[in-house]
């Protein structure tokens, strides 16, 4: 950790700390505020992370075949080409783990009553 940010227990709640993390602002001894970073803040930040990441590659994904359907091209491509059924089919596949991914860190998230 760097030196002006120490972990901390999380506060309020049953030991969970606030709905938003655990950011808090504690003096020093020397009168200076260093943050305190709680449990609740990382495990926001990581479940969120998981959580963003898969809704990003399940919305891009789908946006790109949908594209395709409609164009006949890929984003980023002008020229109008033949795609393999394989490939299809490993797109939509990407769809499906983007949401299941997303649906889990949503679910993680209210599980653990941060959000």
């Known amino acids: 950790m760097s030196p002006g940010i120490r972990a901390c227990e999380p506060a309020g709640r049953g030991g969970r700390g606030?709905?938003?993390?655990?950011?808090?602002?504690?003096?020093?001894?020397?009168?200076?505020?260093?943050?305190?970073?709680?449990?609740?803040?990382?495990?926001f930040l990581l479940v969120?992370?998981?959580?963003?990441?898969?809704?990003?590659?399940?919305?891009?994904?789908?946006?790109?075949?949908?594209r395709y359907r409609r164009t006949g091209t890929f984003p980023g491509s002008d020229e109008v080409r033949?795609?393999?059924?394989?490939?299809?089919?490993?797109?939509?596949?990407r769809v499906v783990v983007g949401t299941v991914l997303?649906?889990?860190g949503i679910v993680a998230?209210?599980?653990?009553?941060?959000f």
Not at 109 to 114: D, F, L, N, P, S
Request: hydrophobic share 55%; no cysteine; net charge negative.
């Open 18 to 43: 606030p709905r938003a993390g655990n950011l808090d602002w504690r003096p020093e001894e020397d009168g200076e505020q260093e943050a305190v970073v709680g449990e609740t803040s990382w495990a």
């Open 48 to 66: 969120g992370s998981f959580a963003a990441l898969g809704a990003a590659m399940a919305l891009g994904t789908l946006a790109a075949l949908l």
């Open 82 to 93: 033949e795609v393999s059924t394989g490939k299809v089919v490993a797109l939509w596949i």
């Open 102 to 104: 997303a649906i889990v």
């Open 109 to 114: 998230i209210q599980r653990a009553g941060i």
